[in-house]
């Protein structure tokens, strides 16, 4: 670095050579930086990787390259973009990945004026950022942080070059390009304020990186990505209230709900049931929450980080994590399948905890994704009878009056219907059970068997709405064919009316596992309706699915059903979105504070250390000082000082001694040393190419009549004068 | 090492110029075969010139000659020639009664002998006889050539009808072979220009005297030759014997002709030590004519190319001392 007043200036051929290089450098960057997507293209991104590679460490080679291949190289690669495109055309994505390589290495390999140089920059812009976001990988962070000081620095070559008058490509002759003479021209025009000012422009972005990565978790990132706009649409949703036909609505919404990260895939049940929503009171075919479930002291209002029920036997205690990730606009309660150790959320968080019926609402609905996570889940069948609930329900049979304010559990047993309808509700019983009274278990199995049997499931429901009736009983009555309300809001009724206690339960049941990332996907098609009867035997609510083709007709016997897999382009689109989510929205506040705690930490300490090093290594120097002379202390150092003398002065009469030696030992077919170096002096000089008139002494030297030490000594130094240029 | 008088390479080196450009003013754009010429002067051997005729091969000869103050003589060989056209004969001289000893055309410095392959064996070997011994003896009674001694022949490589082609053994009697190949466009138009057909006509003045090119061949014989590169110069001649493709490999004469040879084209360069460069400069002219291939090809200038191409085969395959 040379910093007088004379400075060194790269020549406009340098400056030319050193902006190709840097092209090729920024182009092996992208290529590593797409090996990443994984999208079947490696063979061309690896023959990509290896030209850029060629491009820049030999440019001579590539310069040899005749200009007729570039004239024909356009078209060709247009012809191989266009096929590949049409050849593959549902996806779009791996082509367009194959189609910026191959213009990459186009532009590599060909030379380029200035504008195709901020082409370069663009493209390889355009690789970084499309790894990165799609595969949200930390590699990401260190390829941008690789990216733009490279990019900061082509641009400024390209001003440096810039002249305004640029007709084509400038032809760079590489015939005298050395790699060592090039390195050595370009430290020496470093200049001081050009290093700091790159620094400090480096460390600008670095700044700006690190607080968009603080910011991140807390921005609304579903706004400022358009592929993660295209989900967010509004949806109808689970609300308090449900009339019939509502579920069905959300079953043709075929976008995904709830994306879970499971530990383990055979930890999840064949056909999970995701509950969300309990709805006791049951009016004019509408099913909702009713008040006192809404309000203390079943509800519990609270604000927490943390929700802990501990209902699970010990010996199931594994700490496995359940990741759910919830698309905004779904519902304001949170799908559970069943019992928990904890639920963690991201932050401090309002909820509303219905702790006997186990269901969570958040304040409000979210718009953005809202992750939480739970520990040791369990996919219960049964659900224990609550404290609140268990006075009312055992004393069942109860006989209750219709009363819009019935208090929770009585309204799981409420039958607020017109006598006509409770008529044809009884007969149906009546037909069923006969007259001794049967278990839960029991009645649930033939009720089942007798909605199976009677109706079939369609999303068209049927049937005629007879004026004054209850809209389920007259579909009992005359229908054949309807939703899953529709069957489970027949259950219930029948179930009241015949002295048992049920309600409904509304959520997702199914859903499809993602080979690709390996999670659990829940969509809106998997909505449901689905029932929990009080089985007083056990003390639990038991879950009934009457809907045909769900579960099975036995309410005790589980269904072995099969998870269905989702993979191929689709799924592979989503697993982004899940890695998006599990790196950025999973990230929390307290693990970064946590982070930067551990670096101040870290820092602190290696400064702690340090500084004592240092003061034992001054105290030590001191008190080595200010002893008394001593000859024993001084030992060591004249030893040492001799052999430092010693072994300067043997390497100074190294060629007379090494004659010597050769001469002693009367090899003849050792070479003289004089001559064995002035050998490899020509050679040397040889390879380099270089001209001078040293070469001739060397050559007498080595071919000629013996010539003494000191004179081979002095044309040495001459030689590696030469040699050093 | 040695306590031989140094040789003075620099005032070498100005000699050997004086009489290449001095040449050079006739022979015009052959440097490479007046350098072989001048460098086979040096050698102290004789020179085998296989071209086609009126190449310039006489000329050369003529101008050597004259540029060295020394006499010339020039011998077109015929079928029909016997030893003594070329050595001499013995006459009866009537005043002293006795015997008296004509000298031929042999008893010169430079003798060019023309188209050697026409005349029979017999005249060929009286020539070679004198050419490897520099004396000849006639009637019992010795004659010394004047030194230096130096034969030119040459010979058609092309016409070979009627001719005596020289055996191998003989062949070996020369130190190199060369050939003048046709001059470039403009040597042509030069020669064109100030032509004269006869080389009489030539002007070559003496430039050296015969007692400076007799001290340069003396010099020629001391220039050093270090180990290594002796050891290469027998590494290359060993390399001939194992080549299959030959007939067979350069006798020791060949390897102590390239020695000698590799010397003169170092003090030709003002260089009293020899590089391995001069002897693969040498090793073409030296050794060609003395490799035959085994298989005989039917074109003699085919068979030449091929053993060049082997003999440079075998120049890179023998690895030079570094």
New interface residues.
């Given amino acids: 670095m040379s910093m007088g007043s004379k400075q060194a200036r790269l020549s406009t051929e340098e400056l030319h050579e050193l902006k190709q290089l840097m092209g090729a450098l920024l182009a092996m960057l992208s290529f590593w930086s797409l090996l990443s997507l994984d999208v079947g293209s490696m063979p061309i991104l690896v023959l990509g990787g290896l030209t850029a590679a060629v491009a820049f460490c030999f440019p001579r080679w590539v310069a040899g390259i005749p200009a007729v291949v570039w004239r024909w190289a356009g078209p060709v690669i247009l012809l191989m973009i266009v096929g590949d495109f049409l050849l593959h055309i549902p996806e779009f994505i791996p082509p367009l990945v194959r189609m910026v390589v191959l213009l990459l290495i186009y532009r590599v390999l060909a030379p380029r004026n200035l504008r195709e140089d901020k082409q370069v920059i663009l493209l390889c812009l355009f690789c970084v950022v499309i790894s990165g976001v799609l595969t949200v990988s930390l590699l990401f962070a260190l390829q941008i942080l690789l990216f733009a000081p490279l990019a900061m620095a082509l641009l400024f070559v390209i001003c440096l070059v810039d002249r305004g008058k640029e007709a084509g490509p400038h032809v760079i002759d590489w015939t005298s390009f050395e790699w060592s003479q090039f390195i050595r021209r370009v430290w020496q025009v470093l200049d001081l304020r050009i290093i700091v000012l790159c620094s400090a422009m480096f460390a600008l972005v670095v700044a700006v990186s690190s607080l968009l990565f603080i910011l991140t978790p807390r921005f609304d990132f579903n706004r400022a990505l358009p592929f993660l706009e295209l989900s967010t649409q509004a949806r109808s949703g689970f609300s308090e209230e449900v009339a019939l036909g509502d579920v069905s609505e959300i079953q043709e919404d075929n976008s995904v709900a709830l994306r879970i990260d499971v530990p383990d895939i055979d930890v999840v049940s064949a056909v999970p049931y995701w509950r969300m929503l309990v709805l006791d009171k049951y009016a004019a075919g509408r099913f909702r929450i009713s008040h006192s479930l809404r309000a203390k002291p079943f509800r519990t209002f609270a604000e927490r980080r943390e929700l802990q029920l501990s209902v699970v036997p010990f010996s199931q205690h594994q700490g496995d994590l359940w990741t759910f990730y919830m698309e905004g606009g779904i519902s304001r309660y949170l799908p559970l399948p069943g019992d928990f150790v904890a639920l963690r959320f991201q932050k401090l968080q309002e909820i509303e905890w219905v702790p006997d019926v186990r269901v969570l609402g958040l304040d409000s609905v979210g718009q953005n994704v809202f992750s939480y996570q739970v520990e040791d889940l369990q996919f219960n069948l049964r659900i224990p009878v609550g404290e609140g609930e268990r006075e009312v329900l055992d004393s069942l049979p109860l006989e209750v009056e219709e009363d819009e304010l019935l208090a929770y559990p009585l309204t799981t047993i409420e039958l607020d219907m017109p006598a006509e309808s409770k008529a044809a509700l009884h007969e149906i019983n009546r037909g069923l059970v006969g007259e001794t009274p049967l278990s839960a278990v029991d009645y649930s199995r033939a009720v089942t068997n007798y909605l199976w049997q009677n109706f079939a499931y369609s999303l068209m429901p049927d049937g005629e709405r007879r004026t004054g009736q209850d809209p389920v009983v007259s579909w009992l009555g005359s229908g054949s064919q309807g939703h899953c309300e529709l069957f489970a809001g027949s259950f219930i009724l029948l179930a009241r009316e015949a002295g048992y206690a049920a309600r409904m339960v509304v959520g997702y049941a199914g859903g499809s596992w993602n080979t690709l990332e390996d999670y659990f996907v829940v969509r809106n098609r998997d909505a449901h309706a689905w029932v929990e009867i009080y089985d007083a035997e056990n003390e639990s609510w038991l879950r009934v699915d009457p809907t045909p083709g769900h579960g099975s007709s036995d309410p005790e016997m589980l269904v072995q059903g099969s998870m269905t897999f989702d993979s191929g382009w689709s799924a592979w689109v989503d697993s982004l979105r899940i890695q998006w989510y599990r790196r950025i929205v999973n990230f929390e506040q307290q693990d970064q504070v946590e982070l930067a705690m551990t670096l101040k930490d870290v820092l602190l300490d290696y400064y702690a250390a340090l500084k004592q090093r240092l003061s034992e290594w001054g105290l030590a120097i001191k008190s080595w000082v200010a002893a008394p002379l001593d000859l024993g202390r001084l030992q060591p150092l004249i030893v040492l000082l001799a052999l430092g003398v010693a072994v300067v002065a043997i390497w100074r009469v190294r060629y007379t001694l090494l004659g010597f030696i050769h001469r002693l030992l009367r090899r003849p077919k050792a070479l003289d040393p004089v001559r064995r170096q002035a050998g490899r002096y020509l050679s040397k000089l040889k390879i380099e190419g270089i001209q001078s008139p040293v070469v001739a002494e060397l050559q007498a030297l080595r071919f000629g009549p013996e010539l003494s030490a000191r004179a081979a000594k002095s044309v040495f130094s001459r030689a590696r004068k030469a040699l050093r240029g | ?2 306590d031989a008088p140094v040789i003075p390479a620099p005032r070498a080196l100005d000699t050997v110029d004086r009489l290449r450009k001095n040449i050079e003013r006739t022979i015009r754009g052959k440097t490479e075969a007046v350098d072989r010429t001048l460098i086979c002067l040096l050698a102290g051997g004789h020179l085998l010139i296989e071209d086609l005729p009126g190449l310039g091969k006489t000329t050369l000869a003529y101008c050597l000659a004259r540029s060295i103050d020394c006499s010339f003589s020039r011998i077109q060989f015929t079928s029909d020639m016997l030893p003594s056209d070329i050595i001499g004969v013995s006459i009866y001289d009537e005043k002293s009664k006795d015997f008296q000893f004509k000298r031929g055309p042999i008893f010169a410095n430079i003798v060019l002998a023309d188209e050697i392959n026409r005349t029979t064996p017999k005249t060929q070997s009286s020539l070679l006889e004198v050419m490897g011994r520099g004396k000849l003896s006639v009637d019992g009674q010795t004659y010394t050539v004047p030194p230096p001694f130096m034969v030119i022949a040459t010979q058609n490589p092309v016409d070979y009808e009627g001719t005596f082609p020289l055996p191998e053994s003989q062949m070996d009697r020369f130190l190199m072979r060369m050939e003048m190949g046709y001059p470039e466009f403009e040597y042509e138009l030069d020669i064109l220009k100030g032509g004269h057909l006869h080389y009489d006509h030539l002007e070559a003045t003496p430039v050296v005297s015969r007692v400076e090119v007799m001290e340069l061949q003396e010099y020629t014989r001391r220039v ?1 030759v ?1 180990d ?2 002796a050891e290469y110069i027998v590494r290359l001649a060993a390399a001939t014997r194992q080549q299959s493709d030959f007939r067979s490999g350069v006798s020791p004469r060949g390897t102590l002709s390239l020695k000698i040879a590799a010397q003169a084209c170092a003090l030709s360069q003002g260089r ?5 460069e001069d002897v693969q400069r040498m090793l073409h002219p030296v050794f060609s004519h003395r490799l035959a291939l085994r298989k005989s090809m039917s074109d003699p200038m085919e068979e030449r190319r091929s053993v060049e191409a082997l003999l440079t085969q075998l120049e890179t395959r023998v690895k030079e ?2």
């Fill in positions: 090492m040695s050093y270090e290594t590169v009293a030590f020899v590089l391995p001392p570094v």
